[in-house]
């Protein structure tokens, strides 16, 4: 009834949609990065209640499944071999028991999703199996997984018994889902993005950033021609958010991520759009950023265009799922 895993990876983390509405006690909601990826690796295999999943970040683990289940590979492209058979991404597998998952580095794009039939089964915390690695909280206590770590795998009615790796004659196709090409990240004007001088913001939608190899899950720090404000800012504290881009004293930029904390007391300059939130998760250190304007009701349209459209696909990903 259970995932062993022999090597951890760079940074492979348990998580799901994360803890909402604990903003008032200080705690930021975390979760997973890319939550297309998320959903619709859950609706490959056949979940429908927002299960846990493995992110992993740049280069993944090597785990033992020690109850034959259905997996997928979502978001970006790994290289997968499970008993020496290669995965196809975006498609579900059926995996026996006893087989052994090795999951090597990414070709593109920064967090690959594992999701299996009936999800990582720890038990919750604050209603949530995601482990929140900048606040510390989560069932591994806010950790990323080592090797010697077993999970539980919940368990799914409805599955033929599994004697050998079989793929689905049929997937999804990614290519909407995950970024391929470095187009521009939507940005919103900030609280203070009046702030800055006119260079600055010449340089904020026409430069283009690097990421930097200290971002992690709390915020995308990004290199590049430095931003400055026309005047020094007294500012208190004030509630961010994933996708708030704040302007420290260096005048480079950090977009804050999944991890983000609830306030922060950098200026706003900016807010990405929520339907690019998933893009900028997959930029990896050294990948280029630049940002377009947008109005906030440009940005909500979009979000608003990309639910309908991925809710509709998850629906039909299940439904096949089912007849097959």
Known sequence: MSLRVLQAGLLTT???GGRPGHAALGLG???????????????LVGNTDGEAVLEITLRGPVLVIERATRLALTG??????????????????????????????????????????????????????????????????GRALRAGDVLPIGTASGMAPIHRVKASRWGVDPQPWFDFAMTPIALVPGSHADALDDAARRRLHGARFRVSASSNRTGSRLDGPALHLRAPLELVS????????????????IVLM????????????????????PRMAQRRPGDDVCFEAASLEQALARQHEREQRLRHLVQRVIDRGESR
Request: aromatic share 4%; glycine share 14%.
């Open 76 to 141: 970006a492209p790994i290289d997968a071999r499970l008993d020496d058979i290669a995965l196809p991404p975006w498609t579900a597998v059926d995996a026996p028991a006893g087989s052994t998952l090795r999951l090597g580095g990414m070709r593109q794009g920064c967090r690959s999703y594992l999701a299996l039939r009936g999800g990582i089964a720890t038990e919750p915390v604050l209603g949530s199996r995601s482990e929140d690695l900048h606040a510390r909280i989560g069932p591994l206590g």
């Open 14 to 16: 348990v998580q799901d």
């Open 238 to 253: 004030a509630a961010v958010l994933p996708g708030t881009v704040q302007l420290p004293p260096s005048g480079q930029p």
């Open 29 to 43: 909601r975390a979760g997973v990065m890319d939550r297309p990826a998320w959903r619709l690796g859950n609706a």
């Open 258 to 277: 999944a991890e983000a904390p609830v306030t922060g007391g950098y200026p706003r300059i900016g807010q990405v759009a929520a339907a690019d939130l």
